[in-house]
């Protein structure tokens, strides 16, 4: 993918055709008095004539790939910036794209668009600016990338455990943050056991839902020997979520954040193409811990289980493979 934008949106699955929904938040960005009570009747351009510190807009241009918002590439003398737009959804759902990505861009690490202005449109819905980067020819080199997340998930800590600061959600699906001491418990309860209670509510999917809830109480001992430290987690990292900029440097995209083990960002991997050097460069900055094999399915699992409740029948198998052969091990 050539001559895009990095916030353009994009799917959680496989299937680019498949839309996915900005994660919900309660973080509010500090908005300008003069929007408060009487908002302009178009308050983009209004930020960017403003704080956004250009004196001309020369050119407003569609960007393609959403399903769900309108994506514009505003041309100013100050530079360029990126544009969504929902007309539908409150601000509550960009808000939270811009809390994401602004966690990532702090820890100084792998890049990522810089979040500038949340705020509601005047006919109703919602918008966000952010920074416009330009993506090169390629998605770069994975070596660069692994050592960029690896980088990332050092730097980004957490004095208050597992989780974040607003639940968000993984493509539409509601994803749980509630925050906790306990990463087997966390990602039993608020990951794995979300999905498999959605399985059952959703299909009356009783198999699923009692084989997953057998695994969830019985998985304590893949975790045994393991120092688990919360690291700030893009959450949905796979191949539509990752580019490069012009000079190859790896960009990554719509974040489903939270503070977990770092392994658990790999989930998608069967949807990312990580190769041996992206994994290596990984292991150089995050050393690989006991038992990492052992554990790679367990967080695929969450995200087989999230295609399953959002796209149906066509990854129960996948879903129900993992629980199995992890019964089998645990003798559970």
């Known amino acids: 993918m050539t001559s895009a934008h990095v916030g353009a949106m994009s799917s959680s699955t496989c299937f680019p055709s498949l839309p996915r929904l900005l994660r919900p938040s ?39 790939g959403g399903c769900i918002n309108l994506a514009s590439r505003y041309d100013t003398d100050a530079g360029s910036f990126f544009v969504k737009t929902n007309r539908s959804i409150g601000p509550s759902m960009f808000e939270a ?67 974040f ?15 906790s001491s306990d990463w087997v418990q966390f990602y039993g309860e608020h990951r794995l ?15 699923i839902y009692d084989k997953g809830q057998r695994l969830v109480k019985s998985m304590a001992p893949l975790f045994a020997n393991v120092v688990i430290e ?15 900029d012009k000079n190859g440097e790896p960009v990554i995209l719509d974040p489903a954040c939270y503070y977990g083990h770092s392994e658990a960002e790999f989930g998608m991997s069967w949807c990312a193409g990580f190769g041996g050097s992206f994994y290596n460069s990984y292991f150089e900055v995050m050393p690989k811990q006991p038992g990492f094999e052992e554990r790679r399915d367990l967080y695929m699992l969450y995200h087989y289980l999230n295609h399953y409740n959002l796209f149906g029948s066509g990854y129960r198998s996948s879903a129900m493979s993992i629980i199995d052969d992890y019964l089998a091990i645990l003798k559970a």
């Not at 929007?35 to 050119?59: C, H, N, Q, Y």
């Not at 811009?98 to 890049?111: K, Q």
């Open 26 to 64: 309660f973080t509010k960005t500090k908005s300008s008095p003069k929007f408060s009570m009487s908002m302009s009747k178009d308050p983009v351009r209004e930020w960017i004539l403003s704080d956004g510190k250009a004196t001309e807009i020369t050119k407003i241009s569609p960007v393609g």
């Open 97 to 163: 794209e811009a809390l994401g990505l602004g966690a990532m861009y702090e820890t100084g690490t792998i890049r990522v668009p810089k979040p500038y202005k949340v705020g509601p449109l005047p006919t109703g819905g919602s918008f966000i600016i952010m920074e416009f980067i330009q993506f090169g020819a390629s998605r770069g080199y994975q070596s660069d990338l692994g050592r960029k997340l690896a980088e990332m998930h050092k730097a980004g800590k957490s004095s208050k455990g597992f989780g």
């Open 165 to 179: 600061d607003v639940d968000n959600t993984i493509g539409s699906t509601p994803q749980v943050n509630t925050w």
């Open 193 to 207: 056991g979300y999905q498999l209670k959605l399985a059952l509510d959703q299909y009356g999917d009783r198999t």
């Open 230 to 244: 919360p690291c700030l987690l893009h959450g949905d990292l796979w191949s539509g979520n990752i580019s490069s």
